[in-house]
C-alpha cells in the first residue's frame, strides 16, 4: 500500500508539472530581420537526446527513458576507456524539446516554450550540422556526459560552418545558455575553439572568425555545484518513487559532472558540528579514503556482480579516470576565473536567489566503519537546524547565489544589465515567462 501510495504521488505531481501546451507571446518586431544576429541555445545536462550510432536506438531523450530500464542507468554510461579511443557509444542528435510519459498522459516542457518564443517572433530555426545562410536560430545537439571543453570546441566547429555557409569573414552570434551549458559558453567566448592547454597557455590576442556578441545565462551554475558532488556519491532520480535511477557508477563516468564541482569555496566539507574540514574535493585520495561514488562498497559490489568492467575498468583505471576528471575539472575553471585577451561579449543573467540549496557537505564517520556526506534536504539535518543552516545557501535549488556570480572580473564588467532574479527551481526559470520575454528583449538590447 505505501509503495502504490507513492506512485499516486508522483503521478499526482508530474500531472500538476503542465500536461498543458502554453503558447508563447508574440510581440512588436524588436529587431529588424536584416540586422539579427543568430541565436544558439545551449542546453543543460541531460537537455540532448543520445542514440546508439549503429543501431539508431535512443537511449536518452524520451519520457520511458525517466521511467525504464531497472538498469541502474548502464544503458547510458560513458565508458572510462572512451578518452583513449573517443567512442562514447552514443551520439548527440536533437536537443529536447517536450517530453511525454505515461503514454501521452503528461506532457512535461522541456526546451519546447523558447523555440516556439522565438519562431514566433519570426526567428528561422535551422540546423548547426548543415546550416543554411537564412537560418538564425540553432539548437546545440552535444553529448553532455562530454568534457565540456571538447562541447565548447565542437559547438565552434559548427559555427565556423554556419560562417563560411553565410560567406562572412567574421561571425557574430547570441548564445542562450542553461545550467552547465553556461560553461560551454563561457569558454568559448573567452577561448573559442581551442584547447584547454592553449587557454591555459594564454594564446595572443587574434581576431576570432567567430565572435560571441552576447551570452544570456539562465540558471547557470557558474561556480559548480554541491549538489552535483550529492549526485555522483548517491545516483540521480527523474521521477519520484517511481522513476529510473541512475547509479553513483555511472554518473561517475560523465566528465562534465566533475566539471560542475564547486569551485567557488574552499571548504565544501564541514565535520559533524559545522566545523571546516580541511579537504580538497580535487584531490583523488579523499574521494578514495572516504568511499565516494564508485569507490563506494555498494557501487564496487554491483560492478562485480554484473561483470561491466568494459564499462567501468579495473581499480587502477577508476582511479586513473577520476584524476583525469578532476585534473580537468580544476584547470578548466582556472581558465574560467581569469580574464582572456581579445574578450568581448556581453552578458546578462537570470537567476533565482532565494530557496533553500546545499552550500556545503556534512562529512560524518559510521560507527560501523566508513564514511557518510549528508546535504541540505536531508532528513536527519532537518533535526539539526543549525547545522543545516552552516551547508545552506539561498540559490535555485542546484546553484548558491554565489556559484551563479562566479564570474571574473571581466565577465563582471560586461552585465549589461542588473540580474534578473527569478522564483523558479534550477531548471524552471527558463519556462518563467517574464524570463522568455526578457531573453527576448536582452537579443534586442
Known amino acids: 500500500m505505501k509503495s502504490r501510495g507513492l506512485v499516486a504521488l508522483a503521478l499526482a505531481a508530474l500531472l500538476a508539472v503542465g500536461c498543458a501546451r502554453v503558447e508563447p507571446p508574440v510581440y512588436a518586431p524588436l529587431v529588424e530581420r536584416s540586422a539579427r544576429r543568430p541565436v544558439v541555445l545551449v542546453p543543460g545536462v541531460t537537455g540532448t537526446k543520445l542514440r546508439d550510432p549503429e543501431s539508431g536506438r535512443v537511449i536518452w531523450g524520451r519520457g520511458v527513458d525517466l521511467l525504464k530500464p531497472r538498469d541502474g542507468g548502464y544503458a547510458v554510461a560513458r565508458p572510462l576507456a572512451a578518452d ?73 566547429a559548427q559555427l565556423e560552418r554556419l560562417r563560411r555557409a553565410r560567406g562572412l569573414e567574421l561571425l557574430e552570434v547570441d548564445l542562450i545558455c542553461q545550467s552547465a551549458g553556461g560553461q560551454i559558453c563561457r569558454y568559448l567566448a573567452k577561448y573559442g575553439g581551442a584547447s584547454l592547454e592553449s587557454a591555459e597557455a594564454r594564446p595572443p590576442e587574434a581576431l576570432e572568425a567567430v565572435r560571441v556578441a552576447k551570452a544570456i545565462l539562465v540558471g547557470t551554475s557558474n561556480g559548480g555545484s554541491v549538489r552535483i558532488l550529492r549526485e555522483l556519491d548517491r545516483g540521480r532520480t527523474y521521477v519520484p518513487a517511481v522513476g529510473r535511477k541512475m547509479r553513483p557508477e555511472v554518473l561517475f563516468t560523465f566528465p562534465s559532472l566533475f566539471q560542475d564541482l564547486p569551485v567557488y569555496r574552499d571548504d565544501v566539507f564541514v ?129 548558491p547565489v554565489a556559484s551563479q556570480a562566479w564570474l571574473s572580473p571581466q565577465e563582471r564588467a560586461a552585465l549589461a544589465a542588473e540580474p534578473l532574479h527569478l522564483r523558479g527551481d534550477h531548471f524552471a526559470m527558463i519556462l518563467d515567462p517574464l524570463a522568455l520575454e526578457r531573453i527576448l528583449s536582452y537579443l534586442a538590447d
Open 84 to 156: 583513449a579511443t573517443g567512442d562514447s557509444g552514443a551520439e548527440p542528435f536533437e536537443v529536447i524539446e517536450a517530453i511525454r510519459l505515461f503514454g501521452g498522459l503528461v506532457r512535461m516542457e522541456i526546451y519546447g516554450p523558447i523555440v516556439r518564443l522565438l519562431e514566433a517572433n519570426g526567428y528561422r530555426r535551422g540546423d548547426l550540422t548543415r546550416p543554411v545562410p537564412e537560418a538564425d536560430f540553432f539548437l546545440f545537439a552535444y553529448d553532455w556526459r562530454d568534457d565540456l571543453v571538447v562541447s565548447a570546441r565542437r559547438l565552434a
Open 271 to 399: 565535520g559533524a558540528d559545522g566545523e571546516p574540514l580541511a579537504l580538497d574535493l580535487f584531490d583523488g585520495d579523499v574521494w578514495l579514503r572516504h568511499g565516494f561514488s564508485i569507490f563506494a562498497v555498494p557501487s564496487r559490489r554491483r560492478i562485480e556482480r554484473r561483470g561491466r568492467e568494459d564499462l567501468f575498468g579495473d581499480a587502477a583505471e577508476r582511479r586513473a579516470a577520476l584524476d583525469r576528471f578532476l585534473d580537468r575539472a580544476r584547470r578548466l575553471h582556472a581558465v574560467l576565473a581569469r580574464d582572456a585577451a581579445g574578450f568581448a561579449t556581453r552578458y546578462y543573467s537570470i537567476q533565482n536567489v532565494a530557496d533553500a540549496t546545499p552550500d556545503r557537505a556534512v562529512l560524518l564517520e559510521r560507527p560501523a566503519g566508513g564514511w557518510e556526506l549528508l546535504f541540505t534536504g536531508d532528513r536527519r539535518l532537518r533535526k539539526r537546524p543549525q547545522l543545516r543552516a552552516a551547508v545552506t545557501a539561498g540559490g535555485d535549488g542546484h546553484a
